[in-house]
């Protein structure tokens, strides 16, 4: 049981590794470019280096994501008190409809609303990413077995203990699931907001598209495939922390 | 100890409980039963208030339930439930420590307490201390399950079928050994079950419910021999002087046995046989090994011939056992009379079936008569 | 009066609040043309104090209603009334749009603000609160559920919501619009045909063999987890150098940009939900009807096609069902790399700066994924059933 955790970090990390060294040596990039696209001159993305770019697609993920966690975990976890049962439906009904409508089109609606630039990005990313949080908090809060919340109520915990010491910890891997999609659909959905005027990698994938120069949008694209798979293995790794039953 | 005065508790517009009231004294294990949807759990949780009445008062130790906080009242009692609840996050010692930890108790002192009660209820601590639920069979959850009731040293225990989820005969030896740690720690036990033969076995007293009602509450013996109603009489059973005889100790009815041992000669055999049909033959240690009848005896030289050697456990009981049991052995034997002897084979005497016939005798129940 | 059935629905009493608080921000944003910031209008301007006053009082008997309504029929009626205030928002919209001054401009248009979406969403809350007390009465939860759609679609046809900014924009770009429109159900239903098909294969596969089963996941989850639009980009590369290298390939339309990638990324993209569906819809199956049809005689093939396939059904459409929704949004995405479809006007918006051409891109992509959804949902419903009335045919 231990040990295939411990493989896991360890491939995680050695990929990780190698995603900074090759980020960090834009050399590397330049001359692998050079070589598979020889006709085109100007390999590198000029307005923004690689590294900064990768910047502002993190301060991106992050702020959002760290909305997203922050007040959709609790968001979810409030809907589920007894006292708020007559929302839960609504709040379901809700964020299954959410999650119907594509994130591209979220982040479309944010600039009739909010107009362009990082913030309207951030906006779209926030809400549209809380909505797998609160549906996987609200379904890892419900799967815990009536009884095992009786028997904690019953042993005389108040309903903060059987809160922090037996729901949060035992829905903690449904939770990290609903994190790990909403990562991973933000990551996502923030390329498209270079064209917001967000920045991040999106925007040498923009100006590839733009100036039909393959090698732009190959630094782009790479990159956020990348940053995409380390992070959905990440939080895997977390999500296995968190199974009793094997 | 625990009393309860004239509950009534309503869900939509129905009384689930009404107007119930009982009384358990200190020490004591009372035994809820009754059909399913009597009312026995939400009566249960109205003591720890999980379920609050909608009338009536609750008291323990004199003081009203509604006047304690209802975390601090459940901690200072023990609850125990089918499904058992242990939290697959935590491991086995976790799960003990809960209720010692919310009562802040030092750390050392927990350790020694787990480590007590695992041995309490026949687990190794070293063994099982660090499992994880998941890793544990039904039986043995429900033992971690009293183990973790029992935690704190609560005076009060409250069980709703705490061993309702195992094998029957994973189900005896936990209500055997229970029984064993109630000799020895004299709780005040409100136990739930459906089992009409766990109530018999267990309690000091049955309270019988039906649609939210008590219909009786009295000993055991009380309830199979004068059930109060049609009602209880056909909850009871066509059984019930079967089940009464499994609440009654033999101990009481053994009678001498006349017996000799293997080594002893002939003459001396002869002596012991004269007043009886038979004799008990010992070995040298006093364990029973068989039987000589006074018949063939005549026609034999020796002891070892004339010796008809027994299996223990076919054709003896135990000091401990009931007069069910009894009854079994002589009706699978076919022995009228058959030995008893203490756990490791020493003879100690016999039991007949007269003593059978006459406590059924006896107890030609009250209700058929009347 | 008894207490215990008096039960104030708080769910609809926090939509009714809502819906009072959101009289009061704008309702509308005029604007001359397409690109100008526009003016904001609240609802007493607009719309007159009186009409204002009458939603105002229908927002307050919903309240008494939702406080008070104990019986089917009271919440019948709290259900209509909040049809009756959707009503009168969508009457209020088309008076916006008749009275705006189009002899001056004739571009200038009415686009919703705050007060109307607020207005929309706590109606939508009343709603939902007063179908779920009416459980089993569907005629009149249909009613009430479509009475509002159907009403704004009156207005739509008859012209009522012409200055209207995202019809206006439509009217603008009619042509444009229907030939997106077809490109984008086609891609869509293109990707999903064959990656469905492709993706069942895989699942199948993948049941049956358990060497392929790691490769086919590890597969088809990291191409779920890479970005939409790096996936587009990384096919573009190798599709530009093989495109160049074989004439023909770009004759036929295969070229870095365009509907080639776009295709390719949307059908991989299809695949996990399916491959995921079909295998656990598969591995589902109790052992024992297998036994059963084989213990009869079937043949393999007849035991797939008469057993694993109806029993896996549901699950495999459900994954189909996944996949054709997200599919819905992909393949707007698609549009940056060339390939059309109704993500064109959400990018040419987005780079003109023009709020209502994004609008038009956008909420029929959202119609269409709900659309699709609930297509879906209702087709799995329905295999469903069958296949359990199969079962409880078996049974007898």
């Known amino acids: 049981m231990k040990n295939p955790k411990l493989k896991n970090w360890l491939i995680l990390i050695i990929l990780f590794a190698f995603f900074i060294v090759i980020i960090s040596n834009i050399d590397w990039w330049q001359r692998a470019l050079h070589f598979l696209f020889r006709d085109i001159e100007n390999v590198i993305y000029p307005r923004v280096p690689l590294i900064a770019m990768l910047g502002e697609h993190l301060k991106l993920v992050i702020i959002s994501s760290g909305l997203t966690i922050i007040t959709g975990v609790p968001l979810g976890i409030w809907v589920t008190r007894s006292s708020m049962r007559d929302f839960l439906d609504i709040i379901n009904n809700l964020v299954s409809i959410g999650q119907t409508i594509p994130p591209v089109a979220v982040l479309a609606l944010a600039v009739p609303v909010f107009g362009f630039g990082l913030i309207p990005v951030v906006l779209a990313l926030f809400l549209y990413g809380l909505l797998p949080v609160v549906r996987n908090t609200i379904a890892g809060i419900q799967s815990i077995p009536e009884f095992v919340l009786d028997s904690a109520y019953g042993l005389g915990m108040s309903k903060m203990q059987a809160l922090f010491k037996i729901e949060i910890p035992l829905s903690a891997r449904l939770i990290m699931t609903g994190i790990r999609i909403s990562v991973i659909i933000n990551i996502g959905t923030a390329m498209i907001g270079a064209i917001i005027g967000a920045g991040g990698l999106g925007s040498a994938v923009i100006a590839g598209l733009v100036q039909d120069n393959v090698a732009y949008i190959m630094e782009g694209v790479v990159p956020a495939a990348f940053l995409a798979i380390l992070t959905d293995r990440f939080f895997s790794n977390i999500e296995s922390i968190f199974v009793y039953n094997q | ?285 006093h364990r029973l090994i068989g039987w000589i009848d006074r018949k063939i005896l005549s026609q034999t030289t020796s002891i070892k011939e004339a010796l008809v050697p027994v299996s223990l456990d076919e054709i003896a009981v135990t000091e401990g056992a009931s007069l069910k049991e009894v009854l079994s052995i002589m009706l699978s034997s076919g022995l009228r009379t058959i030995p008893v002897t203490d756990k490791k084979g020493f003879l100690i005497g016999e039991i007949d079936m007269s003593i059978i016939e006459r406590i059924s005798a006896e107890s030609i129940n009250h209700y058929e008569k009347s | 009066m008894n207490l215990k059935s008096f039960s104030p629905d708080k769910i609809a009493i926090s939509g009714c609040v809502l819906g009072l608080i959101s009289l009061f921000p704008g309702w509308f944003i005029l604007k001359p043309h397409r690109l100008s910031a526009g003016m904001s209008v609240n609802l007493p301007d607009s719309a007159g104090l009186a009409l204002t006053i009458l939603v105002g009082f229908l927002w307050m008997s919903c309240f008494v209603l939702s406080f008070a309504g104990k019986n089917d029929l009271q919440h019948a009626i709290l259900g209509i009334t909040a049809d009756v205030i959707l009503i009168f928002v969508f009457i209020f919209l088309s008076m916006a749009s008749n009275n705006l001054d189009v002899k001056t401009h004739v571009s200038a248009r009415v686009s919703p603000g705050a007060g109307f979406w607020l207005t929309m969403l706590s109606a939508y809350i009343v709603i939902f609160a ?267």
């Open chain 2, 1 to 285: 100890m625990i009393s309860l005065n004239k509950i009534t508790k309503v869900y939509n517009d129905k009384a689930v409980v009404n107007n119930f009231s009982l009384e358990v004294d200190r020490g004591e294990m009372c035994v809820l039963i009754g059909p399913s949807g009597c009312g026995k759990t939400t009566t249960l949780r109205m003591i720890n208030r999980m379920i609050e009445p909608t009338s009536g008062e609750i008291f323990i130790d004199s003081r009203d339930v509604k006047k304690i906080k209802p975390d601090l009242l459940r901690r200072s009692i023990g609850y125990a439930i089918q499904m058992v609840g242990l939290f697959p996050h935590m491991t086995v010692a976790a799960n003990i420590a809960v209720v010692p930890q919310l009562l802040r108790w030092e750390k050392k002192k927990i350790k020694n307490r787990i480590d007590e009660l695992l041995i309490l209820v026949g687990l190794s601590p070293a063994e099982y201390s660090s499992k994880y639920p998941y890793q544990l069979s039904g039986g043995e959850a429900q033992r971690i399950g009293v183990a973790r009731a029992l935690a704190a040293n609560p005076p009060i225990l409250l069980m709703d079928e705490p061993f309702g989820a195992v094998d029957p005969l994973t189900r005896t030896k936990l209500q055997t050994q229970f029984l064993n740690i109630q000799k020895e720690l004299h709780k005040t036990i409100i136990l739930i079950t459906h089992d009409l033969d766990e109530a018999i076995r267990m309690a000091d007293r049955i309270a019988i419910m039906k649609d939210g009602e008590l219909v009786q509450y009295d000993t055991p013996e009380n309830i199979l021999s004068r059930p109060y109603n049609q009602f209880v009489y056909k909850f009871v059973g066509t059984d019930r002087a079967l089940k009464r005889l499994s609440r009654i100790n033999i101990s009481k009815f053994i009678k001498s046995a006349p017996s000799v041992d293997e080594d002893f000669s002939m003459d001396k055999v002869n002596q012991a046989c004269e007043k009886c049909r038979w004799v008990w033959v010992t070995d040298s240690k």
């Open chain 3, 130 to 396: 007063a179908e779920k007390k009416l459980e089993d009465r569907l005629i009149i939860k249909n009613i009430i559920t479509w009475t509002a759609p159907a009403v704004f679609l009156f207005f739509l046809f008859t012209r009522n919501l012409r200055n209207f900014s995202v019809v206006v924009e439509f009217a603008v770009q009619r042509q444009r619009f229907i030939q997106e429109f077809l490109h984008h159900i086609i891609l869509v239903a293109v990707s999903v045909f064959f990656g469905s098909i492709i993706g069942i294969l895989l699942g199948i596969l993948a049941k049956r063999s358990k060497k392929a089963r790691n490769p086919v996941f590890f597969i088809t989850d990291i191409s779920q987890t890479i970005p939409s639009l790096a996936l587009f980009g990384l096919l573009i590369a190798p599709l530009s150098v093989i495109s160049f290298k074989y004439p023909f390939l770009r004759e036929i339309g295969i070229r870095g940009i365009g509907n080639a990638p776009a295709l390719i990324a949307l059908i991989i993209y299809c695949l996990l939900p399916v491959v995921r569906n079909t295998y656990s819809g598969l591995a589902h199956i109790d052992k024992s009807v297998i036994d059963a049809g084989k213990g009869m005689g079937m043949s393999k093939m007849q035991v797939f096609l008469k057993i694993e396939v109806p029993l896996s059904a549901p699950l495999v459409l459900e994954g189909i069902r996944i996949s054709s929704v997200q599919g819905v949004g992909l393949t707007a995405v698609a549009a940056l790399i060339g390939a059309g479809g109704l993500g064109w006007f959400i990018f040419q918006g987005l780079g003109q700066a023009a709020p209502d051409m994004i609008l038009l891109g956008t909420i029929p992509i959202i119609i269409l994924a709900l659309f699709t959804d609930g297509v879906m949902r209702m087709i799995i419903k329905f295999t469903a059933n069958k296949v359990k009335k199969q079962k409880d045919h078996n049974r007898l």
